[in-house]
T-cell receptor
Framework: DQQVKQNSPSLSVQEGRISILNCDYT??????FLWYKKYPAEGPTFLIS?????DKNEDGRFTVFLNKSAKHLSLHIVPSQPGDSAVYFC??????????????FGKGTHLIIQP | DAGITQSPRHKVTETGTPVTLRCHQT?????MYWYRQDPGHGLRLIHY???????DKGEVSDGYSVSRSKTEDFLLTLESATSSQTSVYFC????????????FGEGSWLTVV
């Protein structure tokens, strides 16, 4: 069973508009969430994160929102730029759980920014 | 960029042959991971290490073994490669046990024919 779900395999957005990528999780032990960005033929790179004690974290054009009651988080990119075209992975961890097995990832959403 | 080097970056091998992928880090991070990325599956954890000689299985460990004899090196071995192990393999490192934040290497493309 998938603990982190990204239900949209792809998303197409016009340049300059807002991109919203969604992620749902099922494990209530998760208390830290991250977004990674991946270009073809490169490794994933860390983008932004949020702790479960917050409901919003902002870094420039990127904002992550967390709704714990719904077990849902979203990544907003405003305004979208051509360089944002990439695969975005949602990831989660249980920091208080004591395990050393790192992050659980979703399947990814391929964001395509149209000119 | 995190100091992570994966080798080889690309390899084609035949079914049934052994293959070893190497991950080398210069960050002195305690935790190291091997993930594989496949279409429709995202990133799945194969094995991880929480110290020298300390390793454990991840979600998709069957057919893989690992070793960590030094802090900086984490080896992934396919004892007898199969076509289902054709994938992109990513090594990752982290300073803390919950994986916050994991840094990835550039990837190793493995094709088993």
């Amino acid at each position: 069973d998938q603990q982190v779900k990204q239900n949209s395999p792809s998303l197409s957005v016009q340049e300059g508009r807002i991109s919203i990528l969604n992620c749902d999780y099922t494990n209530s032990m998760f208390d830290y969430f991250l977004w990674y960005k991946k270009y073809p033929a490169e490794g994933p790179t860390f983008l932004i994160s949020i702790s479960s004690i917050k409901d919003k974290n902002e870094d420039g054009r990127f904002t992550v929102f967390l709704n714990k009651s719904a077990k849902h988080l979203s990544l907003h990119i405003v305004p979208s730029q051509p360089g944002d075209s990439a695969v975005y992975f949602c990831a989660a961890s249980a920091r208080s759980g004591g395990g050393a097995d790192g992050l659980t990832f979703g399947k990814g959403t391929h964001l395509i920014i149209q000119p | 960029d995190a100091g992570i080097t994966q080798s080889p970056r690309h390899k084609v091998t035949e079914t049934g042959t052994p293959v070893t992928l190497r991950c080398h880090q210069t960050e002195n991070h305690r935790y190291m991971y091997w993930y594989r990325q496949d279409p429709g599956h995202g990133l799945r954890l194969i094995h991880y290490s929480y110290g020298v000689k300390d390793t454990d299985k991840g979600e998709v460990s069957d057919g893989y073994s690992v070793s960590r004899s030094k802090t900086e090196d984490f080896l992934l071995t396919l004892e007898s490669a199969t076509s289902s192990q054709t994938s992109v393999y990513f090594c990752a490192i982290s300073a803390d046990k919950s994986g916050n934040t994991i840094y990835f290497g550039e990837g190793s493309w493995l094709t088993v024919v």
